[in-house]
Every structure is written in C-alpha cells, then in structure tokens.
C-alpha cells in the first residue's frame, strides 16, 4: 500500500472512531470525565492525523533526519581543564 492508500484507511478508522464516540456520548452522556477523555483523544488522533497528512504531502520534505556520524575516538581533554567533575567537586579539594 502506499502512503496515501495508509493515511486513508486511517482517516477512515478515525471516522468511525468519531461516530462510536458520539453514539456512547449520546448513551451516557458528555458530563463524565471518562466520555470527555475519549472524546478528546479522539479529537488529538485527528489533529495529529491532518500534521501527518500535511507532512507527508509537502514537496521535498524529508523523511528522516539527518544522521550525524560520532567518532569513536576519545575527546581532547584539554576542553575540560576550566571545569570540575559534576557532583564530585573540584580535583583539588575534598567532598564534605
């Protein structure tokens, strides 16, 4: 499937959840907090659903980051000659 064909279904699947809310909103009631809750999660799962759709649709848009390559090979210590070691105190003097 394609990535359009994917967020489709998805959209899809969402529809339905909205509708489902709505029939248990109107069984129980839009007060409770457990109804809110659903309803809200339900309303994130679309806004989150139309940034992933925006997303996807933008030209040239990259698909994963950057990845940025650490060496293996140790620091130069002399960048850390002007700091002490965190939580244990300066080199020269004793923890209390």
Same mark, same amino acid.
């Given at each position: 499937? #394609? &990535?359009?064909?994917?967020? #489709?279904s998805v959209q ?7 509708? =489902? ?13 457990? &109804?809110? !809750? &659903?309803? =809200?999660?339900?309303d994130h799962l679309r806004e989150s ?23 293996? =090979?140790?620091? @130069?210590? #002399?960048?850390?000659? @002007?700091?002490? @070691?965190?939580?244990?105190?300066? !080199? @020269?003097? !004793?923890?209390?």
């Amino acid at each position: 499937m #394609s &990535v359009h064909d994917d967020l #489709s279904s998805v959209q899809r699947c969402l529809d339905e959840l909205s509708r =489902t809310v709505t029939r248990l909103e109107q069984q129980l009631g839009s007060g409770g907090l457990e &109804v809110r !809750r &659903v309803r =809200t999660d339900a309303d994130h799962l679309r806004e989150s659903l139309a940034l992933l759709r925006a997303a996807a649709a933008a030209p040239g848009a990259p698909r994963r980051p950057d990845l940025v390559s650490i060496p293996d =090979t140790p620091y @130069d210590g #002399s960048l850390w000659t @002007d700091s002490d @070691d965190e939580g244990l105190g300066a !080199r @020269d003097r !004793r923890a209390p």
